[in-house]
């Protein structure tokens, strides 16, 4: 687990970014910013967004930060708890159920020691089940960061994590870069 | 063989890169309309083509574009919707990923007739990597001219910008699109007034479908009549049906519109028949949110005519004994499939996507999921079958949105062709299909 003490702040390649991305917007809205803010908030703070985090993205936009709360509570890729160091999202609705999408769930259930939602006692791993990735075609799908899996089996899952395992896995990265 | 206005080119090597979609003749609707086309003539143009969005709702796109309020100084924005989420669509994805040059090139035609000076295009946040697709390729349309100021010498000029979602379903309706690109929740607006009068920061917008977009260069490099000549009825030209489930070739492909249904589903050239010669028991045609028929009136209209891949034949019936073509989602299910479970799936996902403005809604489809898991797991009793479209009944057309109608329709057509299923769940207490 990740220690919520830390005062975030980006460095100048990351505030130039976010600069970039603010002027995408017309003077005075630069609200709309905040999605993409937050994407980059969240994968520089282990994938999570801490109350310091959310309030950091609202000084840079120049917004009160029930602003930024509201809206990260709304949408489900940001974390309000700290995750695991590689977040392994497995979708669940009809198309990737129809293809097994629950066996796959359970193997990695079983091969982490976790239920969805949780987080392994190394702090490595957490598992979420999803909804829709809109990859259907290519049934069951997994998501880890901005990186998508397609046809999973139980033996691609298992060549997955053993190679997550051994490069020590982080799904937590720019999603820009 | 269908008609290939979006695929064409699409297995061609390196086609995401500007040089070889211009070697292909990318941008040449660009240069041809900048040069002999007003806007209003653009909108005419596509308003004469039968184009409809192929988001889902099939709403004529030049009738929706002529009706931007031009009568002020305000800015005007033209939004692609890119959130592709409706389970069973993944269509969009691979013209981003494979095409992102068709899209853009799309992009500016629409643009320009909308008097649109900057544009977005909104894509799912678990879409990043199509994001930095499409980012580079507008890079590179910048740098050859087709964007930026005076494109082409034309004197017009756009900026053109990518916009992530974080996951939300509810952002596909065009009004929580417009809310979360202004930096909000995804919560829908009460229409009217429409996004064309009052739409992104409260200025006149449009917000069409990347695959309607990606139809825009054709049409224009090839002119209206051209594509109206393909298709069949009211429905013009071609889509793109992502094909998944019990299939042996899941897929996406472009058919012409009016492909008999019978032989999307068994011909080798589309979904090549049902996975292990098993049979065909029912088919969701068009996304998740449409009715669920059963293999006999998915294959042929409850007055025994040949379905068709179309608007018209799709919902010929009605949802009595029709479906509707949505958004092209085509989810196939085979006799093993369990219509109570991928039923209880689906209710799960409106439960999660709801936005919780409207109680019908936000209420409803948790009672709907709570009331299905309990029959799936077979502690369920007969009354509940009733209860489940009781709940349905009162969701639908009483919200401001239509999510609540999407939530509604896949219960109560599953109840309507498939309640013995939900019945022996029941008697059983258990699912009748499982060993």
Redesign the interface.
Known sequence: MQSNTNNIEFNSETLALVNRIIL?Y?QG?Q??????V??IAQAENNGWLSAETMDYVASL?D?QPI?VY??AS?????NLQPVGNCMIEVC????C???GSEEILAHFEKRLGIKPGETTADGKYSLKA??????????PVI?VG???HEKITIEKADELLDKWQAENKCSHTN??L | MAKQILLNNIDIPGLASYEVYRKLGGYSSVEKTLKNFTPDEVTAEVKKSGLRGRGGAGFPAGMKWGFIDKSTDNPRYFVCNFDESEPGTFKDRHIGQLNPHQLIEGMILGSYALGARTSYIYIRGELFYVLRIIEKAIDEAYRNGFLGENILGSGYSLDLHCHPGAGAYICGEETALIESLEGKRGNPRIKPPFPAIVGLYNCPTVVNNVETIANLPWIMNNGADAYAAIGIGNSKGTKLISACGHINKPGIYEIELGLPVEEFIYSDEYCGGILNGKKLKAVVAGGSSVPVLPAELILRTANGEPRLMSYESLSDGGFQSGTMLGSGGFIVMDETACIVKNLLTFSRFYHHESCGQCSPCREGTGWIEKILHRIESGKGSMKDIDLLTDIAKHIEGNTICPLGDAAAWPVASAIRHFREEFEDHIKLQRCPLSK
Do not use: D
């Open positions: 995408r017309p809205k609200k709309s910013a905040i999605l993409p937050l994407h936009l917004i602003e509201e809206v709304f949408y489900s890729m940001f669940q609705t009809g198309p159920w129809l293809k999803v909804e829709c990735l809109a990859a259907c075609g290519n049934a998501q901005t990186e998508y999603p820009y």
